[in-house]
């Protein structure tokens, strides 16, 4: 049972939250919820983490060959066989359907197209012929369009408008920065032959991936100002803080750092941390307050 629970991943549903995002921002705009809203925020919450789960499953399953020569992915459950592959198989088939199957029983038919979504999406990620993530550049793409589409699912949950552009882009090239960098200190932490533990490391080098970063932050402050399209002094000052924060953790990917090729550990790193959640929390102010 320990190994089925290890193999879920569950320390990555952290990334869900964006679901929750979705949903705040949805409350500063219509400015009411209720008690039910919640209950339905948590659904699908849960539904994308047992998808999320099954996906992670695919991943390992169809990545044994290059896991096994990363130095941190060598001793996944799966990556050293110590579940068998049909094991595995059906349990990644009972997440998907479970994932699947709670947002029927207590959501609107319309709204449960998102957990649709994720899978498609992951199988896009990793299944051949599309396998997008041997794709230089659409691997991160592909990667990063996760996050818009948990956000927009929080936030239908108490709108049924349409989502502004400008925070979804700046969503998307955020996490695009994010996964970047990820992608980048995974090449500087491994020294044997880079591109039997990644595909796409026989196109990136350090040079286009600062050519890369440099683009995707650009873009991020770009729909950020455009998002709030009057430039004001806080939000110069978080343009700023963003700015230093994206600077900052390309910078740790540089030197390779373990916790940035794991964004969800990224915790691990005290001054980082506190930093963010300094920016984060003035990003809801200059919300609530703008």
Not at 30 to 55: A, H, P, Q, R
């Amino acid at each position: 049972m320990n190994k089925f629970i290890r193999i879920l991943r569950i320390h990555h549903w952290s990334k869900n939250l964006f679901i929750f995002l979705g949903f705040l921002l949805a409350f500063l705009y219509v400015k009411y919820v209720e008690v039910y809203d919640i209950f339905k925020l948590l659904v699908v919450f849960l539904s994308f983490s047992f998808i999320s789960s099954g996906n992670y499953i695919l991943n390992d399953l169809l990545d044994i060959k290059f896991d096994s020569n990363n130095p941190l992915k060598k001793n996944r459950m799966l990556t050293k066989k110590m579940i068998p592959k049909k094991y595995s198989i059906i349990f990644m088939i009972l997440l998907w359907i479970v994932g699947l199957f709670i947002p029927f029983i207590f959501l609107e038919p319309k709204k449960t197209i998102f957990g649709f979504i994720i899978l498609f999406s992951g199988i896009l990620y990793n299944v051949k012929p599309f396998r997008l993530k041997s794709i230089a550049i659409l691997d991160v793409l592909s990667e990063s369009i996760n996050s818009p589409i948990r956000m927009y699912a929080g936030w239908v949950i108490l709108t049924g408008e349409y989502m502004n552009i400008w925070i979804i882009l700046f969503s998307f090239f955020y996490t695009c920065v994010f996964m970047n960098s990820k992608r980048l200190a995974e090449y500087q932490f491994i020294k044997s032959d880079k591109k039997l533990c990644r595909e796409t490391f026989s196109f990136y080098n350090q040079n286009k991936f600062l050519l890369l970063f440099s683009a995707y932050l650009s873009l991020t402050m770009f729909s950020l100002i455009m998002f709030f399209s009057e430039i004001n002094l806080l939000i110069i000052i978080l343009s700023i803080l963003i700015f230093i924060q994206l600077i900052w953790y390309n910078n740790l990917a540089l030197k390779g750092n373990v916790y940035v090729q794991k964004p969800v550990y990224a915790f691990k790193i005290p001054s980082f941390t506190i930093y963010s959640l300094f920016t984060f929390g003035l990003f809801l102010v200059v919300l609530i307050f703008i």
